[in-house]
Each structure stands twice: as C-alpha cells, then as structure tokens.
C-alpha cells in the first residue's frame, strides 16, 4: 500500500514540476508589470509624472501585454527568446518610467510634450 502511495506522489511531483517551471516565467514579467503600473499610479498621485505621460506609458504597456498573450497564443509555448523579449521591453519602459519618477518634471529639451503636457505650461 505504501508503495503505490510513493509511487503515485513520484508521479504526481514529475508531472508537476516541468508545468510549475513552465509558469515560472510568467511570474517575473507580471511582477514587473504591477510595478510599472504601481510607479505610474505613484507618480500621478505626487504629480511626477502627468496625465499624457501615464497614459503614453500604460499604452506602451498594454501593448507589451498584448505582445506577450500573442507570443502564447501563437504555439501555446513561451520560448526563451520571446521571454527575453518581453523582459527586455517591460524593462525599457520600466527606466524610462523611473527616470519620469526622478526628474521632478523638469523639462529635457530633447523629451517631447504635447499642449496638455504640465512641462509645455511651466516653461512659459
């Protein structure tokens, strides 16, 4: 009785552990995803970043979301490359959205701004 019980946890581990290493990935790239949009929310709260900047940056994000639901959609597997793709594109826009938090809306001639950009008024 107690082998068949081994026998069937041996099983159950060996089925399991290929599918929670296959999820594993997953896991870091929507973690960086919450942090984003979490900084993006912080910094309209304490009015770093504005309203134009928010939504460039949650569009940029929809869109490497969207990227990544194709990726897995495309032959159900998320290849290492793709992976690293996703990474690379959350963490481009994690920078950019960090270096949004540190410049106190100081205005960078060399950074675009629309009309309704805060930056466009305050130089005036």
């Known amino acids: 009785m ?12 060996a089925i399991a552990t290929p599918m929670a290493a296959q999820a ?4 870091n790239s929507n973690r960086l995803e919450s942090q984003i949009q979490n ?3 912080r910094g ?4 770093k970043i504005s309203n134009s900047e928010a939504r460039n940056f949650r569009s940029q994000l929809n869109q490497i979301d969207r990227l990544e639901n194709q990726y897995q959609r495309s032959d159900r597997r998320y290849t290492q490359r ?13 920078v950019k959205v960090q270096k949004e938090l540190r410049d106190n809306g ?4 060399n950074d675009r701004h629309d009309r309704n950009d ?7």
């Open 2 to 13: 107690k082998k068949n019980i081994l026998a069937a946890v041996a099983v159950i581990a």
């Open 24 to 27: 594993a990935p997953y896991s």
């Open 39 to 41: 900084d993006i929310n």
């Open 44 to 47: 309209l709260r304490q009015g």
């Open 82 to 94: 793709e992976r690293a793709d996703i990474n690379r594109r959350l963490s481009s826009l994690n």
């Open 106 to 109: 100081r205005w960078d001639r």
């Open 118 to 124: 805060r930056n466009h008024w305050n130089r005036r």
